[in-house]
Antibody, heavy 117, light 110 residues
Framework: EVQLVESGGGLVQPGGSLRLSCAAS????????MHWVRQAPGKGLVWVSR????????SYADSVKGRFTISRDNAKNTLYLQMNSLRAEDTAVYYC??????????WGQGTMVTVSS | QSALTQPASVSGSPGQSITISCTGT?????????VSWYQQHPGKAPKLMIY???KRPSGVSNRFSGSKSGNTASLTISGLQAEDEADYYC??????????FGTGTKVTVL
């Protein structure tokens, strides 16, 4: 079964850091570009970041550029999102997603990140 | 990277057809035939319903169809059913390997 499972969310203070993980199974992880998308409580989906299949190229939304870092370990079939200098407005459910031909066709169940003192 | 504009809500009776619009700019929707649509039920992950403007993944009902004209894409749900009640989001490629989602539309089946 093709599956993505996120972990690593939780409560963190403003200015703190958190690393999210996304474990992939059921497909050849190293062949696909991967993305992070977030959704604040009661709000819409927002694209956050993407990484190409071998990890050599990344892109970020302006709102997280310089604070978040996307990476991957193809040997471990795992995607990461290192989040630093967290702000209240980063509070959201974070989804990882597999993307091909501009379609987000596989999504994880999401992990909740709450930034609050 | 401004969000694509969707109506906040659309409603219809069972069996009717509804259309959700998604308005972007010449830098995203207008430049690429890479618009996709997602259905999201409360507390669930989004589900791909349409890709490349009008293509349906296997398993998605043919009651769902997509189109685009200029900077505006549209999703039409025909033969509306109770199970279609959900939030719907459009998404467009915006160049430089970046994407932008729509503001979301809540579909209510009356």
């Amino acid at each position: 079964e093709v599956q993505l499972v996120e972990s690593g969310g939780g409560l963190v203070q403003p200015g703190g850091s958190l690393r999210l993980s996304c474990a992939a199974s059921g497909f050849t992880f190293s062949s696909y570009w991967m993305h992070w998308v977030r959704q604040a409580p009661g709000k819409g989906l927002v694209w956050v970041s993407r990484i190409n299949s071998d990890g050599s190229s990344t892109s970020y939304a302006d709102s997280v550029k310089g604070r978040f870092t996307i990476s991957r370990d193809n040997a471990k079939n795992t995607l990461y999102l290192q989040m630093n200098s967290l702000r209240a407005e980063d509070t959201a459910v974070y989804y990882c997603a597999r993307v091909e031909i501009a379609m987000f066709n596989i999504w994880g169940q999401g992990t909740m990140v709450t930034v609050s003192s | 990277q401004s969000a694509l504009t969707q109506p906040a809500s659309v409603s219809g009776s069972p069996g009717q057809s509804i259309t959700i619009s998604c308005t972007g700019t010449s830098s995203d929707v207008g430049s690429y035939n890479l618009v996709s649509w997602y259905q999201q039920h409360p507390g669930k992950a989004p589900k791909l319903m349409i890709y490349e403007v009008s293509k349906r993944p296997s398993g998605v009902s043919n009651r769902f169809s997509g189109s685009k004209s200029g900077n505006t894409a549209s999703l039409t749900i025909s033969g509306l059913q109770a199970e279609d009640e959900a939030d719907y989001y459009c998404c467009s490629y915006a160049g430089s390997s970046c994407y932008v989602f729509g503001t979301g539309t809540k579909v209510t089946v009356l």
